[in-house]
């Protein structure tokens, strides 16, 4: 069974702080995402890593991707509190069952000042 | 161009109900895939339909089906509605099914259960 782990799963940090999520997950794959969502809202579409050492950036949030150690991080770089949201990352697979992105329980982010 | 769209935006019902949710894809998408988000975790996967018909399925019971229309809409079922079936119910489209393409998610539905 794939097995996606987030940690922390939450997460206070001052204004101005800088931080990483890490997400580790149990199966071999070369793509994994992350996504923001806000309280009762969708997800949003932060990043999308496609090969091992890819890294991207937007703003204060950069992701980088190791699929041979099975491990991606999204980092913050001086937060402010619009960054305040729960962060999610998946991993698809595809088998029997189809093909499915596999989330983990999410990172829950609070920017305070 | 529209996003992905889902109807209704909210939704009340008791247990022992049936309820049917509603997806558009982004235009041109042609599968669609449903997940289950209960509060406080994260999204999971409950079906995926591509050019019709169910491509995949998640270990979700038999109360729960779903089927896609000749226009790549698609509708999820869930009969003999339970209080863990509350949850935020989202759709997502891509380009094809086989995980070349990206996912995006629509606003999504939150199904209460009372």
């Known amino acids: 069974e794939l097995k996606v782990e987030q940690n922390p799963l939450f997460l206070s940090m001052q204004e101005g702080k800088n931080y990483t999520i890490y997400c580790n997950y149990s199966?071999?794959?070369?793509?994994l995402y992350w996504y923001r969502q806000d309280p009762g809202k969708s997800l949003e579409s932060l990043f999308v890593?496609?090969?091992?050492?890819a890294v991207k950036q937007e703003g204060r949030l950069m992701a980088s991707l190791d699929t041979k150690a099975r491990l991606s991080t999204l980092h913050i770089t001086a937060a402010v509190h619009d960054l305040s949201a729960t962060y999610f990352c998946?991993?698809?697979?595809?088998?029997?069952?189809?093909?499915?992105?596999?989330f983990g329980k999410g990172t829950s982010l609070l920017v305070t000042p | 161009d529209a996003g992905v769209t889902q109807s209704p935006t909210h939704l009340i019902k008791t247990r022992g109900q049936h309820v049917t949710l509603r997806c558009s894809p982004i235009s041109g998408h042609k599968s669609v895939s449903w997940y289950q988000q209960v509060l406080g975790q994260g999204p999971q996967f409950i079906f995926q339909?591509?050019?019709?018909?169910?491509?995949g399925r998640g270990n979700f019971p038999d109360r729960f089906s779903a089927r896609q229309f000749p226009n790549y809409s698609s509708e999820l079922n869930v009969n003999a509605l339970l209080l863990g079936d509350s949850a935020l119910y989202l759709c997502?489209?891509?380009?094809?099914?086989?995980?070349?393409?990206?996912?995006?998610f629509g606003p999504g539905t939150r199904l209460t259960v009372l």
């Open positions: 199966t071999t794959s070369d793509r």
């Open positions: 997502a489209s891509s380009l094809t099914g086989q995980g070349l393409h990206e996912q995006f």
């Open positions: 890593l496609l090969s091992n050492g």
């Open positions: 339909y591509y050019e019709k018909e169910e491509r």
């Open positions: 998946a991993v698809d697979t595809y088998s029997n069952s189809g093909y499915a992105l596999n």
